[in-house]
């Protein structure tokens, strides 16, 4: 069974520019995570779908961040612009249902802004 | 207050050794808990759930104490392989948020 797929690993912009980021969960997924990890820290949540609906954002920095899963399946997260502070692991995850199953996560964007 | 507090180590422990680690979660009504393991540069991975009763995988016990609002995990005859940060891992009473701590760093010496 293939995994979650995230593109691209690595990213490294200058402050004030524009980066977006891609998610294609498990088949059959409902639910799509995106989790924002500062290095020595555990995964802060930003947003979850539960298909193409946004159930929480509430921690997501909206003047900058922005987040879309039009069909459904895939998701990309955007920030624009960028800041020094945005530097971290952006990690997607997915589950069959929304808080009581098991997550599986991406191999995460690792994002450098300087 | 944070929704989940653990303690970051590291915890440096010998090859063989028992080790284990607390974490505690603010909201009495959280109903799902688990245990993930995070090797370094790598993506969390589901260790176990924990659940009301207790539960073992082989080396790794996990348990809930609800009075006091804590979760455990105690893994006995420590590994090498065992090196690596777990994170404790608490849902919303919605149930449709989960809520990470920092994770605790762990690294067994030979």
């Known amino acids: 069974e293939a995994g979650v797929a995230q593109s691209p690993r690595y990213k490294i912009i200058e402050k004030r520019q524009s980066v977006a980021f891609w998610c294609n969960p498990i088949s059959g997924h409902a639910t799509l995570y995106w989790y924002q990890q500062i290095l020595g820290q555990g995964p802060k949540l930003l947003i979850q779908?539960?298909?193409?609906?946004?159930?929480?954002d509430s921690q997501l920095p909206k003047d900058r961040f922005s987040a879309e899963r039009l069909k459904g399946v895939d998701s990309t997260l955007k920030i624009q612009p960028a800041k020094l502070e945005d530097s971290a692991v952006y990690l997607c995850a997915s589950s069959l249902f929304p808080g009581v199953l098991e997550q599986f996560f991406g191999p995460g964007t690792r994002l450098t802004v300087l | 207050r944070k929704e989940v507090e653990q303690d970051p180590g590291p915890f440096n422990v010998p090859e063989g050794a028992t080790v284990a680690f607390n974490c505690t979660y603010s909201n009495s009504a959280s109903q799902s808990f688990f245990w993930y393991r995070q090797d370094c540069r790598k993506e969390p991975k589901l260790l176990m759930s924990v659940y009301s009763s207790g539960n073992e995988d082989g080396r790794f016990t996990a348990q809930l104490n609800r009075a006091s609002q804590y979760i455990s995990l105690l893994i006995r005859d420590s590994k090498l392989s065992d090196s690596a940060t777990y994170l404790c891992v608490v849902n919303t009473p919605t149930g449709n948020q989960f809520y990470f701590g920092t994770g605790t760093s762990l690294t067994v010496i030979p």
């Open positions: 779908f539960q298909n193409n609906g946004v159930v929480d």
